[in-house]
């Protein structure tokens, strides 16, 4: 039985993660971290966990936490997982970082990006980018994982095999990504009320938001090109969901059937991953609640674009779900292992 | 293995008892009925099953199915069920029949409140109403279950402790329930149309709905009087979730202690009720996606009445989840295999 | 040319106040007054009013503001406007007052619903409670109103007739009500977040809700009896309306025909108050954005019941667009004056 | 007064228009066409209307009609208005199409887009494209608009001025839009049920949708260019408005300030146009219920594009507040009349 600790378990990536883990066979929960909640029990805090969850919420001491947990998920704003981490902590626990404190290699872009001075940047090289599909097997012997963003995740596996074989332009990438309301997190802000998301959408962070230079660097990767790139994100008011449409030139004609023999091929043996059938654009409600990946694309002969499309549950692949994909490929568990969940519709 | 049948396999209701079944470890369908879309792939009707379900919707033939199946559901309009029951298919196969037509005992009322003749009258007696925090032991026999309606169910368990205990005086029971759209069907209706829903809440059957002899026959077995009361359902802009507020004149003066102890002897030993603690009103958005239904009550003294509340997900315990709880039942499993769901939020 | 000045003109019955006086060719506005916002452009608080309004927000200075209005309406959280009235402020400005302050004739009773001290009991009696159907002609003498409350408004309008006539038991009233989050006001809660209420329904206030006293009192002046009621408020995924469905014992047979004689008596002159044809149940979505109180009642006499029902938008009738008829009525304007609004659907 | 017919008067469009010419002072409706609900009330269609429309649906008697009017709007499917017109009906009366008919000049280019066979080609070298920022003189002398459609229009308008003026590269532009429900009109089709499209947002026609031509034509005709661009609409859980995020390569290397100068000098005098403040996106909901259309822009330097947004109300601005803004400017009125509504929010 994997002993799993939580930091920061009442933001909604944090109960997503009591959510799949009480479904999940060989990990427990030891400690559930929540500074705003300290004492208070958890279901007070999220009654859905009534007569589920009898803990109660504890401080952040990492110190005894590295002691009791096998693993410690870190699902907290930016900064905290690089103050806590340390050589004794990870020689006593693994940790997956929900956070984007380690998924940046050159420390400068992150710290411009985000604003903030990078509290253990000599850690930064080991850390694994969480994204299983593509780093499975630096997964499997990772202590310290960065578990992706959300649009990250829907936005590179979206484009990838495109970028990795080479068939796009990389300067020509446009990503207009629709995003679910959690993924704005349970902060008590005037901007997330009902009222003012319900019955409205709009773009957010336009050319400035900080997913930008992580889908960067990992098209980048793919591509071995250094890739820049429009990435803008919109509010949509629903609960759940991320929804990716990305636009690319085109480097030479090829067919539909060239483009699905490629996606196919990189995906075909991925369980989380769905390449739809021709003309079936991916939407969100087909994947809610559950660890899918639904991608698709279409060509445009008279512009000579590809149209990327990626929908996935914010929560889930977008956060909880991969985290605990990373942590049962560092255990040596069957990768799919409590995230086998149907999506619920409607 | 049990092999499950469903017949309507194509709406909400079995849309639901598909997802439920596919991860149910005992069970697995054998037959995906639906008028509506023979020959087409189940997936192409519900995308979320792309990758998960592989077969074709089938026609509604009751006889091979007897022979296949050693459970059929059916989630179909009032009507169907009973036209296709006979001894030679309960004699090869239970049904769990999940339309109202063997919920009321008295073919009268049925046929005057749902404006239908009966089909098989002679298979009423033995059919078990399928509420199984209270025919538990009949059901297990059963090879014929009344599936309950989703607000009887919400209702009945809401008001139960207390009508059996002879606390409240049965004649003034006012029943005032909201319900989610996905209660309306699938149906290609203007008035079910997004627009038409969303920013809107409406009551509808006023002091006519169908489901109300239901209700009142269950609450006339539990107090031993002939109960005649309002009900008043609701329709409320969002997917799942039916909330129950009830009200009923206090037959004598009693404590929130008394009530309490009350509700809890009557529902400590049943996992999917959950009696909340003192002042926590039962909320949709805490069940949604599980089979929990959970109650509480407050007493007002200014007026002499008690208000009971109920709120559950009106796709599982409401209907799919209700249903396998019986087939768990029936089949000698735990009761609670394949439904030890944590209800998602948000 | 009124001059209004606005207290508290950055809440959401404030803004809508803004929005109904923009488009009334009478009034102007020449103070808006918000704590949380001085100096602070109008429309970077509320975009929908960029190029509409360009002026800023100030603090409230009840002297300054009595000088330089005409009426002032305060749309704040009790306690304010008892705080700030005076014989020498309403020498000089009339107030309209959409808090609770002086709703309720006896003060004791105020003090206990609402746990607050009153600030100027002696001007209770003076002030008159502006439900405009039932006391239009004090309301065109008053210098202070008491501007009704949105569940209020809705649930007297609505059970009206029949407590006057004295055809119902006025002791078996309950009244079930549910709201839009709009009513919860713009405060950064996270009980009022997008992503708990969207997908949700709850009742609220069980029992104990501030509105409660007001309905009493409202329908006690209407039948001559003390009433006392089950008012049960619920918060409705949806950012307008509320609907008002009422229960109550009929104290002898009537039909269908004579309840609806007596609706139309006391409503068919009512420009504001719309009687719908049989069978029509009251929606919110046909007000939206309206003046308009729909109103209908349906009679079960299974049960010897009536279920009077009432929609509305709680923002106007309810809150802003009751508070301009008011103050059209102590102006000597027509009463509809920048109040003749088509609802807005979808 | 001016007499105004509706052909199509029970879409939600159609609905729209009754809606803003209800409000106008100098027009009023003799006819409200519909084929699905002849000889029933208008009022019984949309209850918002009830004591304010009176009258009766009838067929679309365009001989008839002509004779009675002044004015007819079609808010029609494509393929009815073309069927309609003719010497003899335009000699009596003024058309405003709310369809596609007449915006698409090369009438081949209509008929592959569309599918349909034009009825009469010989009106569309006459008919004027309605977009009054754009077309506002031949506007005032036409027999014939073609009023155009939502996304065009919330897309010309944010794009204009930088392809007028030659700054962005043509042949780079991609649009990717998203538009309310309301949109998709109020045909009872699965789609558009609440439970599929709440809690979703999914791309739809990538590749294909009929308003590319229009867009691709305004935009040509803007630049003298030839244009082809992408255009991906998106279907969001909420009833009304439009938002366009479109991208463009920069020929040059430009400021903020150069470009907001040319934005405000092209729609400083236009009403209905808001040229938004430094980085404030655009938003639906500050546009809703009134005809405005929001524009801003945001340069990325790191890419060398521009990002250019536009929000608006797609039934108002984007349907019925624009027809109305045709009329106006046809009849002689200030363009302004009966659209000088203030958004409503929330």
């Known amino acids: 039985m994997i002993k799993a600790g939580i930091i920061g378990s009442t933001g909604y990536a944090g109960q997503e993660l009591v959510r799949l883990l009480m479904q999940h066979k060989d990990a427990e929960i030891v400690w559930y971290g929540s500074r705003s909640y300290i004492d208070q029990k958890y279901y007070d805090v999220f009654h859905n966990m009534f007569e589920i969850v009898d803990d109660k919420c504890l401080d952040d001491n990492i110190e005894e936490l590295a002691e009791k947990a096998d693993v410690v998920f870190t699902a907290t704003p930016q900064g905290l997982c690089s103050s806590l981490v340390s050589e004794d902590v990870l020689s006593k626990t693994k940790i997956i970082d929900l956070s984007a404190d380690f998924r940046i290699k050159d420390v400068n872009r992150y710290e411009e990006w985000y604003r903030l001075k990078h509290q253990s940047p000599e850690f930064i090289k080991e850390a694994v980018y969480g994204l299983c599909e593509i780093n499975r097997e630096d997964i499997k012997k990772a202590r310290l994982i960065a578990n992706p963003g959300c649009y990250p995740t829907c936005s590179t596996l979206s484009i990838y095999p495109m970028a990795k074989e080479g068939l796009i332009d990389m300067n020509s990438i446009i990503i207009d990504a629709k995003s679910g309301t959690s993924g704005a997190g349970r902060g008590a802000k005037v901007n997330n009320l009902y009222c003012e998301v319900n019955e409205n959408i709009k773009a957010y962070g336009v050319a400035t938001h900080r997913h930008t230079p992580e889908i960067e660097d990992q098209l980048s990767y793919a591509s071995g090109e250094k890739v820049v790139l429009n990435f803008t994100p919109h509010l949509v008011p629903m609960n759940r969901g991320i929804l990716v449409t990305a636009y690319a030139n085109l480097k030479k004609e090829v067919?539909?059937?060239?483009?699905?023999?490629?996606?196919?091929?990189?995906?075909?043996?991925?369980?989380?991953?769905?390449?739809?059938?021709?003309?079936?654009?991916?939407?969100?409600?087909w994947v809610e609640g559950s660890n899918?990946?639904?991608?698709?694309?279409?060509?445009?002969?008279?512009?000579?674009?590809?149209?990327?499309?990626?929908?996935?549950?914010?929560?889930?692949?977008?956060?909880?779900?991969?985290?605990?994909?990373?942590?049962?490929?560092?255990?040596?568990?069957?990768?799919?292992?409590?995230?086998?969940?149907?999506?619920?519709?409607p």
């Open 255 to 285: 067919s539909y059937e060239e483009i699905k023999e490629i996606y196919d091929s990189y995906y075909k043996e991925e369980k989380f991953v769905r390449v739809l059938e021709k003309d079936v654009c991916p939407e969100t409600r």
């Open 292 to 345: 899918y990946v639904d991608v698709n694309f279409k060509i445009d002969q008279r512009t000579g674009r590809i149209i990327m499309m990626g929908a996935m549950d914010n929560l889930v692949k977008g956060a909880a779900g991969q985290a605990v994909q990373n942590m049962n490929l560092m255990f040596g568990l069957d990768e799919a292992e409590g995230l086998e969940l149907v999506p619920m519709f």
